[in-house]
């Protein structure tokens, strides 16, 4: 499993997400992997997965099928995103 987070960096909520995964990386050693979402690789990513608020974690399996998912504003508790991860 791996964390694939959608967001626009230069939106107010993107330092929060930037921290929380700051923190998170302390708790495990999964891959994160950071998509902006105002680029076309991003776009197209984010309508992919169903992605209608942001930012998104989706917790994604090794072949890159989404697992779980968390959009918008309120943020997901560490713990429940490293549980998820930990599966």
Do not use: C
């Amino acid at each position: 499993m791996y964390l694939a987070i959608l967001y626009h960096p230069n939106n107010e909520f993107a330092r929060a997400t930037e921290e929380l995964v700051e923190d998170m990386k302390a708790q495990t050693d999964k891959q994160v992997v950071f998509i902006d979402v105002d680029t076309k690789d991003g776009s197209v990513k984010a309508n992919n997965y169903g992605v209608i608020d942001y930012p998104a974690f989706i917790v994604l399996t090794d072949d890159g099928q989404p697992y779980y998912m968390w959009q918008g504003p309120v943020l997901p508790a560490i713990s429940e995103v490293v549980s998820y991860l930990n599966i």
